[in-house]
Nanobody, 127 residues
Framework: QVQLAESGGGLVQAGGSLRLSCAASGRTFSNYAMGWFRQAPGKEREFLAAIIRGGGSQLYADSVKGRFTISRDNAKNTAYLQMSSLKPEDTAVYFC????????????????????WGNGTLVTVSS
């Protein structure tokens, strides 16, 4: 099993930035592609970004492309989500997860499943 723990959430003003961290323990972190998701009150969980095992390719949802950046440090067993130009509609609980990916010729790779989840960290963006 892999245990995941998110941190870095909090209250930020619109236009501000936050960096979320996802610390992994258990099995070898570098064996897993990682993803970030969020869930706002009353809404379904939404995919945000993913990164392959070696970190050389990333995938983003259109809603965050250009504002959010996913990265990872396999030596530290940690994945990150750098968020900038935050908007009130970005308010949600943010989760990291190990993801299953399939490589494609069109966009590099795609996510088709998730296995292990963290408990989430709350991000609140005030207007």
């Amino acid at each position: 099993q892999v245990q995941l723990a998110e941190s870095g959430g909090g209250l930020v003003q619109a236009g501000g930035s936050l960096r979320l961290s996802c610390a992994a323990s258990g099995r070898t972190f570098s064996n897993y592609a990682m993803g970030w998701f969020r869930q706002a009150p009353g809404k379904e969980r939404e995919f945000l970004a993913a990164i392959i095992r070696g970190g050389g390719s990333q995938l983003y949802a259109d809603s965050v492309k250009g504002r959010f950046t996913i990265s990872r440090d396999n030596a530290k067993n940690t994945a990150y989500l750098q968020m900038s130009s935050l908007k009130p509609e970005d308010t949600a609980v943010y989760f990291c997860a190990t993801v299953r990916v399939v490589y494609t010729t069109t966009k590099g790779f795609d996510v088709y499943g998730m296995d292990y989840w963290g408990n989430g960290t709350l991000v609140t963006v005030s207007s």
